[in-house]
């Protein structure tokens, strides 16, 4: 059996911890254990879950369960795990128009690694990015798998204003700023969808634990959509 | 149809109901009133859903103008309740009243944090399930903002009968110092013998750094093992997050959904609305309790609840209700008549 612990996080909700490594691996572990909770497990009392890179937090009903019951239940969870047919992680594909007004700092990312602005662009949208988690702010992700080819340290000094939709770079991260907000990362382009809808049934485009996928359009493309 | 104006917010007012869950999982906090016992309590009096939208305000409450006859109630924070400047009421006490009566909600004195619930309760548009305003995101209440003055908020039609005041005997208690219960972890670990000692041995104070996503105390440092930093996890309601700086940060309603400081332990459910209450200068210390003991007093403190909550939904007996001032001292008089 593997590393598995389960920690009280207060009299209503328990973490449940995998290996302590960002890995892909574990954190595929920690969709299973979610979806299992939520789709095979007939469990009642589960009011909430917060999958993140190698844990679920696990918010309970403390008249159903105490927190010794549902830690056996947590324990025994990858015994449980073929119960259930845990679909394939969908890939979100998110377009994106990079450089110019959208993506100011794509010359710098280019300069900064010795590439050419092609170069930064094809190998930003070749990567499928594994969405560890979300969090920080309504809807954005926390995403794995960029190249180091692209690594670009943040601003000096973060800008007060970032428009919503901005794809930018910080250290060995990529990601997307869900809403207008200020911030540090590098940016190289703009996405027209929203990752974050309060109007839709379904308000969040990313999902924890699926992939993301990049795609260039022109900024004709960008302004035609809603 | 509009029931009442904002003429001055006050500090700061949002719009609150009792939360918006199951969006953490997408990095959504879930907001609500952060004195939920004050907040339900007042719905309950008026005969609203116990999780109808109110008006929750800090420090000092807003000014209103009435734009139709209804009932109000403010609860919460100490404060005392003005109308058309020549009556006074107090809080957990409905009040009746007419179109274009003028209501202004002075300073509170003690707590931090009022709510103004009108029967009904405020119908601004549900917005993922919930009315409450979550400013980080934007969205609830009017327009994902704090009140600005000059909104004018309508309120639902349905309610069930009026209740009754709350003497003020039974009103819930806000006095600092708070000793604030505590289960330890999930990171524990990440401290020294000395550090945790120092957390529940040392007196904290709330500093200024304080508001609905969370309150960041000062007093003695509490050292950790070694880094300061976890891979990001789920941050639960009232965990105590000790980042570098070696002062804690309770996490309250607005919280990021997740972070990377370790949490030496997380406050018990049942002192969130006491919490809820405190303010920047309060001072504040942590008691260790077991799980079993926290099921136990969340057991009294449910019990507590539910005999205020069935006081409150009762008719009023005929009795009137006076608020009088004998040495200057305050005292809330019932009085029957009896022919």
Redesign the interface.
């Given at each position: 059996m593997s590393d598995i612990n389960v920690l009280p996080a207060g009299d209503q909700a328990a973490v449940l911890e995998f290996e302590n490594r960002i890995d892909p691996d574990i954190n595929s572990k920690v969709r299973a254990a979610d979806y299992y909770l939520w789709h095979g497990s007939e469990l009642e009392g589960l009011l909430e879950t917060v999958p993140t890179y190698r844990s679920l937090l696990v918010y309970y009903d403390p008249v159903v369960w105490d927190f010794e019951s549902l830690k056996s239940v947590l324990l025994n969870i990858e015994e449980h795990l073929q119960e259930v047919a845990i679909p394939n992680p969908e890939t979100l594909e998110i377009p994106v128009v990079y450089g110019g007004e959208y993506g100011p700092d794509i010359d710098y990312v280019a300069e900064h690694n010795n590439l050419s602005v092609e170069e930064v662009i094809e190998i930003h949208h070749s990567a499928a990015y594994l969405i560890y988690m979300l969090g920080f702010v309504p809807g954005f992700p926390y995403l794995g798998g960029m190249s180091q080819q692209i690594a670009t340290p943040r601003l000096e000094n973060p800008r007060t204003q970032i428009p919503a939709g901005s794809v930018g770079i910080a250290g060995s991260q990529t990601g997307i700023y869900p809403l207008e907000s200020p911030g540090g990362w590098r940016l190289i382009g703009r996405t027209p969808l929203k990752l974050f809808d309060p109007t839709k049934d379904d308000p969040f485009l990313p999902k924890p634990g699926h992939y993301l996928k990049f795609y260039p359009i022109s900024e004709q493309e960008f302004k035609s959509y809603g | 149809m509009q029931a009442i104006k904002v003429l001055e917010p006050g500090p700061f007012t949002t719009v609150q109901d009792g939360g918006r869950?199951?969006?953490?999982?997408?990095?959504?906090a879930p907001a609500g009133a952060m004195d939920e016992v004050a907040y339900r309590l007042g719905n309950l009096m008026l005969g609203n859903d116990a999780n109808a939208a109110s008006l929750e305000f800090t420090l000092k409450g807003p000014r209103l103008e009435i734009l139709q006859d209804t009932i109000l109630v403010v609860t919460g924070g100490r404060c005392v309740i003005n109308v058309n400047g020549n009556q006074e009421y107090s809080v957990y006490e409905p009040i009746v009243v007419k179109a274009n009566d003028q209501v202004e909600i002075e300073w509170i004195t003690e707590g931090v944090r009022g709510y103004v619930i009108v029967q009904g309760g405020l119908d601004v548009p549900v917005?993922?399930q919930s009315r409450s305003t979550?400013l980080?995101?934007?969205?609830g209440g009017v327009e994902g903002a704090r009140l600005r003055g000059g909104e004018e908020l309508a309120v639902l039609e349905e309610h069930g009968s009026l209740g009754r005041a709350l003497p003020e005997d039974r009103w819930p208690l806000y006095q600092p110092p708070f000793v604030i219960d505590v289960?330890?972890?999930?990171?524990t670990d990440f401290f020294t013998e000395e550090g945790i000692k120092t957390f529940l041995d040392g007196d904290f104070q709330i500093s200024e750094a304080a508001d609905r996503m969370g309150y960041r105390l000062t007093g003695p440092e509490i050292m950790h093992v070694d880094k300061a930093d976890i891979?990001?996890?789920?941050?639960?309601?009232?965990?105590i997050q000790v980042p570098g700086h070696r002062q804690p940060i309770i996490m309250m309603k607005d919280r990021?959904?997740?972070?990377g400081y370790p949490?030496i332990a997380?406050?018990?459910?049942y002192e969130i609305y006491r919490l809820g209450q405190a303010k920047p200068g309060d001072g504040l210390s942590f008691k260790k309790v077991t799980?079993e003991e926290?099921?136990e007093k969340?057991d009294g403190f449910d019990k507590w609840y539910q005999e205020l909550a069935e006081y409150v939904t009762q008719p009023d007996d005929g009795k009137k209700h006076f608020r009088v001032i004998v040495d200057d001292k305050s005292y809330f008089v019932s009085i029957k008549e009896i022919d």
């Open positions: - | 869950f199951g969006y953490q999982r997408y990095g959504m917005v993922m979550y980080r995101g934007k969205i289960i330890m972890g999930p990171q891979i990001s996890d789920g941050i639960p309601l009232g965990a990021q959904t997740t972070g949490k997380t406050a018990a459910s799980l926290a099921k969340k």
